[in-house]
């Protein structure tokens, strides 16, 4: 059974940091292209980034230069630094394979930016 737990979201200032992590079991984690997306209220899901299993990343546009994708595969875990944080960036942020698995969902974490 996969399982993909977010974690670190939070209410956060306009300009400030969090860190996000995500959890994967029941996934052979190292040989899969992992991602972090998210869902603001009303719109669509969308990706944030990409990491490879060899490190190889790519972003959204949106994001470049802000946040950093990062993963440990000895702990089965991919990250995102969200640094410069924008009220824009208010979603549900989730992790999950590239290309996504509907099946492999988990509960996401909520990020606010906000003043």
């Known amino acids: 059974q996969v399982q993909l737990v977010e974690s670190g979201g939070g209410l956060v200032q306009p300009g400030g940091s969090l860190r996000l992590s995500c959890a994967a079991s029941g996934i052979i984690f190292r040989i899969y292209v992992m991602g972090w997306y998210r869902q603001a209220p009303g719109k669509q899901r969308e990706l944030v980034a990409g990491?490879?299993?060899?490190?190889?990343?790519d972003y959204a546009d949106s994001v470049k230069g802000r946040f950093t994708i990062s993963r440990d595969n000895a702990k089965n875990t991919v990250y995102l630094q969200m640094n410069s944080l924008k009220p824009e960036d208010t979603a549900v942020y989730y992790c999950?394979?590239?290309?996504?698995?509907?099946?492999?969902w988990g509960q996401g974490t909520q990020v606010a930016v906000s003043s």
């Open positions: 990491i490879t299993s060899g490190g190889s990343t």
């Open positions: 999950n394979i590239r290309p996504y698995d509907n099946a492999y």
